[in-house]
């Protein structure tokens, strides 16, 4: 069982920056893929960006790349999402998950945090 906690998120005018982490509970935490994940009010859950057990792999989606950058200590048993030149089409509620599968896709991830929000101003 692995216990996720977001914590980061605010409110920011556009084109300012957050950093976004996840703190895991447990011993196993670099045993698993990490990723970032969002849902923006009326809209279904998106990918963000996901990075490798040992960090040595990433993959963001369209849109964020050269923006947002994630990643992970796992002698702190935490991922970070550091954003940048943030939109307000960036608003959401941001995820954090775990899973046995670096991917893309949400069924790789079994594991979730409770969310945190994230919204920019125009």
């Known amino acids: 069982q692995v216990l996720l906690v977001e914590s980061g998120g605010g409110l920011v005018q556009a084109g300012g920056s957050l950093k976004l982490s996840c703190e895991a509970s447990?011993?196993?935490?670099?045993?698993?893929?990490m990723a970032w994940f969002r849902q923006a009010p009326g809209k279904e859950r998106e990918f963000v960006a996901t990075?490798?057990?040992?960090?040595?792999?990433?993959y963001y989606r369209e849109g964020v790349e050269g923006r947002f950058t994630i990643s992970r200590d796992n002698a702190k048993n935490t991922e970070y999402l550091q954003m940048n030149s943030l939109k307000p089409e960036d608003t959401a509620v941001y995820y954090c998950?775990?899973?046995?599968?670096?991917?893309?896709?949400?069924?790789?991830?079994?594991?979730w945090g409770q969310g945190t929000q994230v919204t920019v101003s125009s």
């Open positions: 447990g011993r196993t935490f670099s045993s698993y893929a």
């Open positions: 998950a775990a899973g046995v599968r670096f991917g893309t896709r949400q069924e790789y991830y079994n594991y």
């Open positions: 990075i490798s057990r040992s960090g040595g792999s990433t």
